[in-house]
T-cell receptor, first 115, second 114 residues
Framework: DQQVKQNSPSLSVQEGRISILNCDYT??????FLWYKKYPAEGPTFLISISSIKDKNEDGRFTVFLNKSAKHLSLHIVPSQPGDSAVYFCAASAYGGTSYGKLTFGQGTILTVHP | ETGVTQSPTHLIKTRGQQVTLRCSSQ?????VSWYQQALGQGPQFIFQ???????GRGNFPPRFSGLQFPNYSSELNVNALELDDSALYLC?????????????FGPGTRLTVL
């Protein structure tokens, strides 16, 4: 039961253009969403998060959008840079019950930014 | 302020052996979570510790166990290793156990079971 899905295994964009990474979820109890970036042989690095009470959060070149009715979130990177090339994971957590504090991750999207 | 650290970085064990992995939380964080990341997959939640008590567990058998110490460092123990236990093991610390608390990951321990 894949509760968090990233349906695009990979994305390739040109330097300076926008990168849009997508994520869908099925569990209505999720109330907090995060994006992580991961380089090979390193742990995931926190990028940006959004609470379910918001629909947008911005941090520099990174913006996360949340559409609760569609159970969909996206990460926009503008402008994209070659150093952004990495695996991007979407993650979600839920309040209460046995899920408390547990992050559920998607499968990841490999982003490649070409110079 | 130091980040999350893990040791060792790499480990090779044989089937049936036992292994202990270690994690030091980020300064001021009292909650630690452990994840298993198989090749090509996202991390999967093993369990979480808050103030030395287990505070939630994922779908992993009892041979996966943990400890959290008074200084909030943590251990993951795996008994009777199986080939499928080969993975990157990640620990993540957070300021508190709240669901809206960002978890910060260490670099991971790569475990290979032969």
């Amino acid at each position: 039961d894949q509760q968090v899905k990233q349906n695009s295994p990979s994305l390739s964009v040109q330097e300076g253009r926008i990168s849009i990474l997508n994520c869908d979820y099925t569990n209505s109890m999720f109330d907090y969403f995060l994006w992580y970036k991961k380089y090979p042989a390193e742990g995931p690095t926190f990028l940006i998060s959004i609470s379910s009470i918001k629909d947008k959060n911005e941090d520099g070149r990174f913006t996360v959008f949340l559409n609760k009715s569609a159970k969909h979130l996206s990460l926009h990177i503008v402008p994209s840079q070659p150093g952004d090339s990495a695996v991007y994971f979407c993650a979600a957590s839920a309040y209460g019950g046995t899920s408390y504090g547990k992050l559920t991750f998607g499968q990841g999207t490999i982003l490649t930014v070409h110079p | 302020e130091t980040g999350v650290t893990q040791s060792p970085t790499h480990l090779i064990k044989t089937r049936g052996q036992q292994v202990t992995l270690r994690c030091s939380s980020q300064s001021g964080h009292n909650t630690v979570s452990w994840y298993q990341q198989a090749l090509g997959q996202g991390p999967q939640f093993i369990f979480q510790y808050y103030r030395e008590e287990e505070n939630g567990r994922g779908n992993f058998p009892p041979r996966f166990s943990g400890l959290q110490f008074p200084n909030y460092s943590s251990e993951l123990n795996v008994n009777a290793l199986e080939l499928d236990d080969s993975a990157l093991y990640l620990c993540a610390s957070s300021l508190d156990q709240g669901s809206q608390d960002t978890q910060y990951f260490g670099p991971g321990t790569r475990l290979t079971v032969l």
